[in-house]
Nanobody
Framework: QVQLVESGGGSVQAGGSLRLSCALS????????MGWFRQAPGKEREGVAS???????TYGHSVKGRFTISQDNAKNTAYLQMNNLKPEDTAMYYC?????????????????????WGQGTQVTVSS
């Protein structure tokens, strides 16, 4: 059974940084795709960034140049480094794993096709 465990959320002032981690377990294939999505109150969940086990990345338009996704294949863990945070980045951040994650982040496929989600970690940015 696939499990995704997120950590690293918190509260920070605008301009600050946070790093999120997502550990994947129970997945038996060599190739995987992991990504981050976020959902603010009253808004739809949107794609933030994705990475596959080959290191190919995709970013949502609003975070390009500020957020960086990376992975440690030996640990099956993905990281999201968030710099120059803005109040509009405030949201619950969810980790996901599915072959369609990169296309969902790019807005090509629906998030409804993603099968595995983490429990979420809150990021709050104050002005």
């Amino acid at each position: 059974q696939v499990q995704l465990v997120e950590s690293g959320g918190g509260s920070v002032q605008a301009g600050g940084s946070l790093r999120l981690s997502c550990a994947l377990s129970g997945y038996t294939y060599r190739y995987y795709v992991m990504g981050w999505f976020r959902q603010a109150p009253g808004k739809e969940r949107e794609g933030v960034a994705s990475i596959d086990s080959d290191g190919d990345t995709t970013y949502g338009h609003s975070v390009k140049g500020r957020f960086t996704i990376s992975q440690d294949n030996a640990k099956n863990t993905a990281y999201l480094q968030m710099n120059n945070l803005k109040p509009e980045d405030t949201a619950m951040y969810y980790c996901a794993s599915d072959p369609t994650v990169c296309m969902a982040v790019a807005g090509i496929l629906s998030l409804a096709d993603i099968s595995d989600w983490g429990q979420g970690t809150q990021v709050t940015v104050s002005s």
